[in-house]
Nanobody, 117 residues
Framework: QVQLVESGGGLVQAGGSLRLSCAAS????????MGWYRQAPGKQRELVAV???????NYGDSVKGRFTISRDNAKNTVSLQINNLKPEDTAVYYC???????????WGQGTQVTVSS
């Protein structure tokens, strides 16, 4: 059983910063990537950032230049440094882990990020 536990969400003023962290535990093999998605009220879940086990990174267009993902492959952890927060960044942020064999997405319970203007 794989579990993802997120931490670091909260309420912050526009222009502020937050750091989200996620730790994976359990029997984990063949990880392709770990990363973050977010879902705002009334909107679809969208990519924030993912990092593959080989070090490749992919960011959503709306966060490029402000968000930085880091990952520790040995510890199965992933973090997201969020700078210059905007009200439109308000959402529930979900940690994601994708394994290859068999292909499967694991999700954390989500952590709320609220940005006040």
């Amino acid at each position: 059983q794989v579990q993802l536990v997120e931490s670091g969400g909260g309420l912050v003023q526009a222009g502020g910063s937050l750091r989200l962290s996620c730790a994976a535990s359990g029997s984990i093999r063949d990880i392709n990537h770990m990363g973050w998605y977010r879902q705002a009220p009334g909107k679809q879940r969208e990519l924030v950032a993912v990092r593959t086990s080989g070090g490749r990174t992919n960011y959503g267009d709306s966060v490029k230049g402000r968000f930085t993902i880091s990952r520790d492959n040995a510890k199965n952890t992933v973090s997201l440094q969020i700078n210059n927060l905007k009200p439109e960044d308000t959402a529930v942020y979900y940690c994601n882990l994708f394994v290859l064999r068999p292909p499967y997405d694991y999700w954390g319970q989500g952590t709320q990020v609220t940005v006040s203007s």
